[in-house]
């Protein structure tokens, strides 16, 4: 999961800076895929690491079909952990899918300006892939980090197992949305 939510930030910065670099984009050259792949590995084994070694643990989740973080142990040493993952892999990479479309959104709105027609269309398209592939980020890991937030820092019980299977399937479902979005909102994909 947090593979996927780091994948996303990666790929939406990656993105930002193809549409906007002054060149075209070298198709030959696998480095900057390569070392975005590698980062987000590694930043995720960072984030997921720490409860093998004591900062937290790993313990069946929902009705005991799959496995995540401890998220009904109520000690400071799982809560810092769960605060941790909720900032370093929620929130920051969503803070990036966010600058980063729409620091592409004002790149495409600056070359609209300068030709009206096609650039409104490609504009508007822009923003609608942008807007939904955000609201499918939010739609599929706000609930997941939600439910695990209650279950940490709520009343005991309030989360049961039959209540965390919805979020924690949305959760690791995201990685199949982000490429199908994309290959239907986009004009140059949907061509070939």
């Not at 709105?109 to 650039?119: A, C, E, F, L, T």
């Not at 890991?141 to 919805?166: E, H, R």
Request: net charge positive; glycine share 8%.
């Amino acid at each position: 999961g947090i593979v996927s939510l780091i994948s996303l930030a990666v790929l939406s910065y990656e993105r930002y800076c193809t549409m906007t670099g002054p060149t075209e984009a070298d198709t030959t050259n696998y480095r900057k895929t390569w070392t975005g792949i590698g980062l987000s590995w590694t930043y995720s084994l960072v984030w997921t690491v720490p409860p093998l070694f004591g900062w937290s643990s790993y313990g069946p989740e929902g009705p005991g079909t799959t496995c995540s973080v401890n998220w009904h142990s109520k000690d400071i040493n799982n809560a810092s952990y769960i605060v941790c993952l909720f900032i370093f892999c929620l929130v920051i990479p969503f803070v990036i899918i966010v600058y980063s479309y729409g620091k592409l959104l004002c790149a495409v709105r600056q070359v609209s300006g300068i030709n009206k027609g096609m650039g409104q269309t490609r504009e508007q398209r822009v923003l609608i892939m942008v807007v939904v592939m955000v609201i499918c980020f939010l739609l599929c890991w706000l609930p997941y980090a939600t439910v695990a937030l209650i279950a940490t820092f709520g009343k005991p019980g309030l989360i049961t197992p039959a209540a965390s299977i919805i979020p924690s399937i949305l959760a690791k479902s995201s990685t199949v949305y982000n490429p199908i979005i994309y290959i239907f909102l986009n004009k140059q994909v949907s061509k070939r």
